[in-house]
């Protein structure tokens, strides 16, 4: 286990319970997506997995050890699992993309020519090396963004957090940030933890899924299991994706025979409706010869 | 109230350098203690140099249509003290001098004597003056940010009457005085006023921070405020 | 309304300018040594032939346009000329000049006034064109090394480099708001336009103080533990650039010397 969370609770000083009573385990190489509508808790609580936030009750494990709160093991625990915040311009606070993206190295005390080399391939990696000597405010909100995340790919860690990776990003990001972060999870065996309510992406990344709503831990599952049950997903202020919306809805008003596990995807969708029309032609076949 | 580059003569510049460098120095010594102990006290002091930098590209509509804006170091000395305020003015001031040719480098020593010195001490010593008298924040946080500009302005004419004397010192001292009082006296009063609403902004956001990183300014203001609750 | 434009317009030339690839260290060598024999030089020679040789640098060797550069001048010449037509008028005593008719009032104008006047507005003018030659030519991230280099406190460095940043940040924010603080009129009569900005400020505030702690987060989460590192990578200064600089720098001191007793009236 990378992670687990025992009876994780956090109130905040102004008193607001922000989460309630959680236990969950993240195991290493997955890409897990925590969903839930705005102030459901999410961020919170991958605060706590990097030590930001200490729990006000319950435990949070690293590899089955509980988080120390030193910063010797801080820091440890940094490198090994690296942060990307919603805003970058919360993170990207230097001069220029270089000295930006070194900052995490630096801190960790490597020479630099390694700090160096470790800056070129992480920028390399998400395609911003022409923009090394700019500083952040040339750049686009979603080149800011793939900055944000080369800061933490030049600490080499072994699992990324993202915070709303997609949120303000034009469609075309949006897709370029998801490829990244599918390539980095399958060349690199990243284990990837992110936070979203944007539904449409996450049958395409997650591979386990966790609904929070207001602090507490709703359901988990594989994505398409629980956004199977569209009465939960509707009753947090949630929805299914577009598509599945439109074959539940084919499903029950135009009641045509679509599969009780309904896509998820524009490619589950395609080979539904494939299914679909060769069954379709196979029942006309069957009706000309009778 | 900038000076800008190139307008004071040698030898004026030079000595302003020299008084203001030993306060900034003093400044610095305060900052990297505060600092070390407080680790996000950094980002945070960055970021408010950084507003006072955005309030000082505003430009404040004003009498003469001549540009005016407040200078931001009254506050930032009821809150930080004058050392530390003496310090994150200079660096604002750099960067006004470099971004906005607002002031210059060799007029910079000049520029930091009367908006990152006199100004914040000034502010500073109302301030606790206000608190022992018990005047309401309010009134105190008015008149200590108000008057930390009036005593800039006051600075900046007798620095250029200095370096610029007349028939005598005080005839030009005068001349320069009552030419940037028509702009400089509303814009006091405007500042003062300002700073009640983001003081109060501070207080309510900041405060713990801030009484925690045992700012006696703010301390002051904080117990008083406790006090008459 | 604001200066918010030229802030960002200054330091994307910065970045962007045909000499912006020479090396800092020689720019800031230029520059200063320029600015400083401006100042110090007692006649207004020295300070035109350097008004002169930085603005031929600007346009020419850097390519800024002139609009923009005589934009940049426009609003300091105005102040400067203004506040030397009062030293000019007021300031002098030993030696008259002339007598002027003033709303029916005898004015007498003093030589030494007149030359004070002069000798100010080119002192400016040649100073203030060196910085801009700094400042148009030299992007603010090499000026901040050069400070690390040169064994500045390091607070100071890492405030700076922090502040750099955030300036174009509140820049970007203050921009978004006021336009829609404009879209619903917010800005017509002076007294909405005084309501209006000042609400402008407080919201820039809270979100600055907000800023501070998710920055310091954010910092924390790749191991901030006080101290701000980074990389030192300044290209090396050209000896013979440096050489020639200090040669033209010395020949100018030596015009300065020479014309110490030229007077303009």
Redesign the interface.
């Known amino acids: 286990m990378l992670f687990r969370l025992e009876n994780l609770s956090h109130q905040y000083s102004d008193g607001t319970i922000a989460l309630d009573n959680i236990s969950l385990s993240f195991s290493k190489g997955e890409r897990i997506a925590l969903l839930g509508p705005n102030g459901s808790g999410k961020t919170t609580l991958l ?1 706590h997995l ?1 030590g ?1 936030l200490k729990p006000t009750s319950g435990k949070v494990y690293f590899e089955d050890k509980p988080l120390e709160y030193t ?1 010797k093991a801080l ?1 440890e625990l ?2 090994r699992v ?2 990307v ?1 919603q ?1 970058p ?8 993309v ?2 930006d993206v ?3 190295p ?3 005390g490597q020479p ?1 020519d390694q ?2 080399k470790a ?1 070129d391939e992480a920028l390399k990696l998400v395609g911003m090396s022409e923009y090394a ?6 750049l686009s909100f979603g080149q800011k963004k793939r900055v944000a995340l080369a ?2 790919l030049a ?1 080499k860690p072994d699992a990324i957090i993202l915070d709303e990776p997609t949120s303000n990003l034009d469609p075309r990001g949006t897709s370029e940030i998801l490829h990244l972060l599918l390539r980095l999870n399958k060349e690199l065996g990243l284990t990837l933890i992110l936070a979203t309510h944007d539904v449409d992406m996450v049958p395409l990344f997650a591979n386990k899924l966790y609904i929070l709503n207001k602090g507490k831990l709703v359901s988990e599952g594989a994505p398409a299991e629980l956004f199977s049950d569209t009465e939960l997903i509707r009753s947090i202020n949630l929805r299914s994706p577009r598509i599945t919306h439109l074959f539940e809805v084919l499903k029950k008003e135009d009641k045509l025979p679509i599969n009780p596990r309904l896509p998820l995807t524009i490619s589950e969708a395609r080979k539904e409706i494939l299914r679909l029309l060769e069954s379709e032609t196979g029942e006309k076949k069957k009706r000309t010869r009778t | 109230m900038h000076i800008m580059e190139g307008f004071l003569p040698h030898p004026w510049w030079e000595i302003w350098f020299a008084v203001s460098i030993i306060v900034v120095i003093l400044g610095i010594y305060k900052l990297k203690k505060l600092t070390e102990k407080f680790p996000e006290a950094k980002p945070l002091l960055a970021v408010m140099g950084a507003f006072v930098f955005v309030l000082s590209a505003l430009k404040l509509p004003s009498v003469t249509g001549s540009c005016s804006h407040p200078t931001g170091s009254g506050l930032a000395a009821v809150v930080l003290g004058p050392a530390i305020a003496s310090v994150l003015s200079a660096i604002v001031l750099l960067f006004q001098a470099l971004l906005l040719a607002h002031g210059g480098l060799t007029t910079l020593g000049a520029n930091i004597f009367s908006m990152g010195i006199v100004g914040p001490v000034v502010g500073y010593v109302l301030w606790v003056v206000s608190k022992k008298a018990r005047l309401p924040t309010s009134v105190g946080v008015f008149i200590a940010v108000a008057l930390a500009d009036l005593s800039t302005y006051v600075t900046t004419s007798l620095q250029l009457a200095l370096a610029f004397p007349s028939t005598s010192f005080m005839d030009s001292f005068i001349t320069f005085g009552s030419i940037f009082a028509i702009t400089q006296i509303p814009l006091a009063i405007g500042e003062g006023i300002l700073a009640i609403f983001l003081f109060d902004f501070l207080v309510k956001y900041k405060g713990k921070l801030l009484s925690a990183m045992n700012v006696i300014g703010l301390r002051v203001g904080l117990q008083s405020q406790e006090a008459s609750k | 309304m604001s200066h918010f434009n030229l802030s960002a317009e200054i330091d994307r030339y910065a970045y962007t300018n045909a000499l912006s690839k020479n090396s800092p260290v020689t720019k800031l060598f230029f520059a200063l040594s320029l600015l400083l024999i401006s100042v110090l030089s007692p006649s207004p020679v020295v300070p035109i032939t350097v008004f002169l040789t930085t603005t031929v640098m600007i346009l020419l060797c850097a390519k800024i346009p002139w609009r923009f550069y005589l934009r940049l001048l426009w609003y300091p010449t105005v102040i400067v000329a203004l506040t030397c037509v009062i030293i000019a008028l007021f300031f002098g005593y030993l030696e008259p000049l002339t007598e002027v008719n003033l709303l029916g009032l005898r004015w007498t104008i003093f030589r030494d006034g007149v030359a004070t006047g002069f000798t100010t507005f080119f002192r400016v003018a040649g100073a203030l064109s060196s910085q801009f030659f700094l400042v148009l030519t030299t992007p603010m991230t090499s000026i901040l090394l050069i400070l690390r280099k040169a064994r500045v406190p390091k607070i100071i460095v890492e405030m700076s480099l922090l502040i750099y940043r955030y300036i174009f940040v509140f820049i970007e924010v203050m921009e978004t708001m006021h336009i829609a603080q404009e879209l619903r009129l917010g800005y017509s009569g002076l007294l909405k336009k005084l309501r209006s900005l000042s609400m402008l400020i407080g919201n820039l505030f809270i979100r600055t103080l907000d800023q501070g702690e998710r920055t310091f987060t954010a910092m924390s989460a790749r191991g901030y533990d006080g101290n701000i590192r980074v990389l030192e990578d300044v290209p090396k200064p050209n000896n013979a650039a440096l050489a020639g600089i200090m040669f033209f720098a010395v020949a100018l001191a030596i015009v300065a010397y020479l014309t110490v007793n030229i007077r303009i009236v």
């Open positions: 605060l990097i930001i910063p820091l940094r490198r690296g942060f915040f805003d311009n919360d993170q990207l606070f230097a001069p220029t270089k000295q070194a900052f995490g630096l801190n960790l630099a700090v160096r800056v000597e700019k500083p952040p405010h040339f800061g933490v600490m």
